[in-house]
Every structure is written in C-alpha cells, then in structure tokens.
C-alpha cells in the first residue's frame, strides 16, 4: 500500500548503514591510490569503537575509551578515523574533542564516491534486490551506480538505466502538470472539484488546492480494506473514482490535513479532462520528451518493460515477491515509472526553471498551512506535491514513494544546487535499504562539512544491535 514516507527516520538506522563505512571494503577501482595502507583488524576495530560514540553524541563513551587507550587517529578500511564522521555528520563540538585529544585535522578525507561505493555495498548484496543511486551538483553527475539485482531469479544487476516504479514520487509530477495547466490559462487551483466532477459529494466545497495539498478531507482510497486485493486487477478510472466518492469525509475541506492518494488519483483524472489526452501521454509530450527522460512513463499493464526491475518485500529474515499493482489504481497518485538518471533530469529541469515559472514554483513549495499560523505537520511541510523540510540547516524539497515493491526518494537541496536520488525494488525494505535515510547519509558523506553542525551533543543517540555488531564483526 501505498504510505506516507516524509516523517525522520529512525535513530537506529543512521549509525548502522553510516557505520559500514569505516568496517566495509570499498569497492574502489584498482588504480585508485590508498590514503593509507590496509589497517590491522585491531586498529579497524578501534576505529569502529570510536567511531561508534561519535555517531551517538557519547562524549562520556568517547572520553572513556581514549582513556583506555584507544588510538584517537585509527581509521578503519575506507580511512575514515573518528575525526572525520564528527566533521561530516555535523558533530562540531566532537570534532573539537578529539583535535584536543590530538586527532589529526589535516588527514585526507576519504573520496566521496568510495564512501558511498562503500556504503551501498554494504547494504545491498549480489544476491538480491538493490537499489539504485544518482548524486549530482550543479549539473554534473558525481556519482551514479546501481547494487543488487532487477531480477532475481535471472541474476540481472541493477543499473543507472533500471526502470523501476517510483510510487507517490509521481505526485509531484501530477502537481506540475496542474500548474502547468494553470500557467496555460486551461484551469486553476482555486476551482471547485464540481467543476470537473459535477456529481461528487460535496465537490462544490472542495478546491484543487486542497486536493494538492491533502486538505481536501476526501477519503484515503488506498487505506480501505481491501485495496491491496483489488489492486492487483485493472479497473477503469470512473469505476475507481465510484470506489471511493461515497465515503465519509475525513474532515472538512480545509481543516485539517491528512494524507490523501484519492485527491491525486482525482488531479491526474483531470489532467485528463482538461487535456484531452491520457495522463501519461500528455506528461510525456509536455515534461519527458523536452527533458530528455526517454525512459520514463505512466506504467503500461501486461509485459514487463525492458530494463524494469522486479519488485521484492522483505520479513521473517527472507524476500519474498511483492504484489504486483496493476497501476490503473493509481493514476496521479503513483503510477509512473522512472530512472535515477531520468529523475535527475527531472530535477535539473524544474529547478532550472525548464518546466514552470516562478510563481508556479513559489505556489508549489510553499507549505500549506490549516488556520492562521498552524503548518501542516511539524516536522515537513507539503505544498503542491513536494515536501518542504530542513536538512542540517538547508532547504530541502522533496518526496518519498513506496508501494508493493518498491521504494523510492527524490530530494533536492537548491542552495546547494544537490541533488540525491535512490530507488530500490524492495518494500518492505530490506535491513538497511531505506531510501530516505540512505539519501541523507549520502548527502553528508559530500556536503557535512559544509552544512550546518548538528545542536551540541544530542547526547545517547540509541544504537540497535545490529549496529553494535556491524561495528564490532560480531
């Protein structure tokens, strides 16, 4: 089912997968010159230790064991030594520690790119579903690999040019297109609902502001029992539109928020309308084929697509195969699929003012707000199909997509001009493979010690066991 993926992630995961870059092998090409020589399983260990503490917030923990004598400058096999995790992850105050306690500050960091070669080899095998991954800067690709396989039963790898389904990234694709629109004179966001749909409950108090927004109050289709089942068949638009027009409203339009894939399975409907062409065909014309983004498109039922990964879950320590939606459910909603590289395309198009002007963008990342000052959730905002969040004191705009299968994130930082994509083909998630966090943890490993430190020591930060033991070789 489709969920809402914008709250923070989970404190355990971030030490876990950020910690496989000081214990895991980079995968580095066999020219690439070594900053140091291979270190001994003890100095990687003390690392590990070290490391560890930094990643928590532990001062006391830290103290401890240079205190017990641990080497302050040990680094583990990508060369990253405690000094540097406090520097990317924004522990300024640890970093100062440990240059009292005679860290070198003048070490060479580790390479971005073997960071994050590291970091994904060691949360995606050979032997299963992977993921994806596309980091760019102004412009230019810095690095773009994929990790595990598209299919696993033939053994084929995951590439920068695998398809996969991005879920409810393709919310923000929809909301461009209504704006498009906009711009176009065709429509606007102030229109009623009734408008387009004469005979919905309550469609004249409904606008598509609040269908962009999720303040509309209309019913989650996708949250009805059942809907995982029905899913799996194709089914015409009106008939899903029937499915759902007669339930109760959550709340009064424009009260509240919650978040609704029923008011964007409505806008692609009326994209539709007012186009006079199918939702996919129309964003290909208009924002695919201008952009270059050839292997992107509303997903077709029957055969797979060339190149398209499969979509796996994961429980009970194995993967399974997911459900496979036929996506005619989902519409606005969800349905498209993409590539890293395409999504790159697509953010270097929007925020380099290709797709819509500047009003349109202004209106789009501006978070909604229910009253007079309340914002629509207190740790990210939502405008027109985008979230609006901070990250280490920088703008941050973007989505996270899951549905069976699969599991994306799309974020951009424009100050920065950074750009993060990760898509997997697996949901639930495999340990680990977690688009959003990973996306952050990536983010850091180029950007931390340029974005703002962290609040001094966020002290006891909680650690799972199976970070301790990643840390440890246990």
Same mark, same amino acid.
């Given at each position: 089912?489709?969920?809402?993926?914008?709250?923070?992630?989970?404190?355990?995961?971030?030490?876990?997968?950020?910690?496989?870059?000081?214990?895991?092998?980079?995968?580095?090409?066999?020219?690439?010159?070594?900053?140091?020589?291979?270190?001994?399983?003890?100095?990687?260990? *003390?690392?590990?230790?070290?490391?560890?503490?930094?990643?928590?917030?532990?001062?006391?923990?830290?103290?401890?064991?240079?205190?017990?004598?641990?080497?302050?400058?040990?680094?583990?096999?990508?060369?990253?030594?405690?000094?540097?995790?406090?520097?990317?992850?924004?522990?300024?105050?640890?970093?100062?520690?440990?240059?009292?306690?005679?860290?070198?500050?003048?070490?060479?960091?580790?390479?971005?790119?073997?960071?994050?070669?590291?970091?994904?080899?060691?949360?995606?095998?050979?032997?299963?579903?992977?993921?994806?991954?596309?980091?760019?800067?102004?412009?230019?690709?810095?690095?773009?690999?994929?990790?595990?396989?598209?299919?696993?039963?033939?053994?084929?790898?995951?590439?920068? *040019?695998?398809?996969?389904?991005?879920?409810?990234?393709?919310?923000?694709?929809?909301?461009?297109?209504?704006? %498009?629109?906009?711009?176009?004179?065709?429509?606007?966001?102030?229109?009623?609902?009734?408008?387009?749909?004469?005979?919905?409950?309550?469609?004249?108090?409904?606008?598509?502001?609040?269908?962009?927004?999720?303040?509309?109050?209309?019913?989650?289709?996708?949250?009805?029992?059942?809907?995982?089942?029905?899913?799996?068949?194709?089914?015409?638009?009106?008939?899903?539109?029937?499915?759902?027009?007669?339930?109760?409203?959550?709340?009064?339009?424009?009260?509240?928020?919650?978040?609704?894939?029923?008011?964007?399975?409505?806008?692609? #409907?009326?994209?539709?309308?007012?186009?006079?062409?199918?939702?996919?065909?129309?964003?290909?014309?208009?924002?695919? %084929?201008?952009?270059?983004?050839?292997?992107?498109?509303?997903?077709?039922?029957?055969?797979?697509?060339?190149?398209?990964?499969?979509?796996?879950?994961?429980?009970?320590?194995?993967?399974?195969?997911?459900?496979?939606?036929?996506?005619?459910?989902?519409?606005?909603?969800?349905?498209?699929?993409?590539?890293?590289?395409?999504?790159?395309?697509?953010?270097?198009?929007?925020?380099?003012?290709?797709?819509?002007?500047?009003?349109?963008?202004?209106?789009?990342?501006?978070?909604?707000?229910?009253?007079?000052?309340?914002?629509?959730?207190?740790?990210?905002?939502?405008?027109?199909?985008?979230?609006?969040? #901070?990250?280490?004191?920088?703008?941050?705009?973007?989505?996270?997509?899951?549905?069976?299968?699969?599991?994306?994130?799309?974020?951009?930082?424009?100050?920065?001009?950074?750009?993060?994509?990760?898509?997997?083909?697996?949901?639930?998630?495999?340990?680990?493979?977690?688009? #959003?966090?990973?996306?952050?943890?990536?983010?850091?490993?180029?950007?931390?010690?340029?974005?703002?430190?962290?609040?001094?020591?966020?002290?006891?930060?909680?650690?799972?066991?199976?970070?301790?033991?990643?840390?440890?070789?246990?």
């Amino acid at each position: 089912m489709m969920k809402r993926r914008l709250a923070g992630t989970t404190a355990a995961l971030l030490p876990f997968i950020f910690l496989a870059l000081a214990a895991g092998d980079s995968a580095a090409s066999a020219g690439e010159i070594k900053v140091h020589p291979r270190p001994s399983d003890n100095e990687v260990a *003390q690392a590990n230790k070290l490391i560890q503490a930094v990643l928590v917030g532990d001062a006391a923990s830290l103290q401890q064991l240079l205190s017990q004598g641990l080497d302050v400058n040990s680094h583990g096999k990508t060369s990253l030594t405690a000094y540097q995790a406090a520097l990317l992850r924004g522990e300024s105050d640890l970093a100062r520690f440990l240059a009292d306690h005679g860290a070198r500050t003048n070490a060479p960091m580790p390479p971005p790119a073997r960071l994050t070669d590291t970091l994904f080899h060691a949360v995606a095998t050979n032997h299963g579903p992977g993921v994806a991954v596309l980091v760019e800067q102004n412009g230019k690709v810095l690095f773009e690999q994929g990790y595990g396989l598209a299919d696993v039963p033939h053994h084929l790898a995951i590439t920068p *040019q695998t398809k996969f389904r991005i879920g409810s990234v393709t919310k923000q694709f929809t909301a461009a297109a209504i704006l %498009k629109l906009e711009e176009e004179g065709k429509l606007s966001v102030a229109d009623k609902l009734s408008k387009y749909f004469p005979d919905f409950p309550r469609g004249d108090e409904v606008t598509l502001h609040q269908l962009l927004t999720h303040t509309s109050g209309i019913h989650n289709y996708s949250a009805k029992p059942g809907f995982s089942d029905q899913a799996t068949n194709s089914s015409a638009p009106e008939a899903i539109i029937a499915s759902f027009k007669n339930d109760p409203y959550d709340f009064d339009p424009g009260t509240a928020w919650e978040y609704d894939n029923s008011g964007y399975f409505l806008l692609g #409907r009326i994209i539709e309308k007012v186009s006079g062409e199918p939702y996919g065909d129309w964003l290909r014309r208009e924002f695919f %084929k201008p952009l270059r983004m050839s292997s992107t498109g509303g997903q077709p039922s029957g055969p797979i697509l060339k190149h398209e990964a499969l979509g796996y879950g994961f429980g009970n320590g194995q993967y399974t195969n997911a459900p496979n939606w036929d996506l005619s459910w989902l519409l606005g909603a969800g349905d498209l699929y993409s590539t890293v590289e395409d999504l790159g395309r697509w953010n270097e198009g929007v925020f380099g003012n290709q797709v819509l002007g500047v009003a349109s963008l202004k209106a789009a990342w501006t978070p909604v707000r229910i009253g007079e000052d309340q914002e629509a959730s207190a740790d990210t905002g939502y405008g027109y199909g985008w979230a609006i969040s #901070r990250f280490r004191g920088s703008l941050e705009i973007s989505h996270s997509g899951g549905i069976p299968g699969f599991s994306s994130f799309l974020m951009r930082l424009p100050r920065e001009n950074f750009t993060v994509v990760i898509l997997a083909n697996s949901e639930p998630e495999l340990p680990g493979v977690e688009p #959003r966090p990973l996306a952050h943890l990536v983010t850091e490993i180029y950007l931390g010690q340029t974005l703002a430190p962290r609040p001094s020591y966020e002290a006891n930060r909680s650690v799972s066991a199976a970070a301790s033991e990643a840390v440890l070789g246990a």
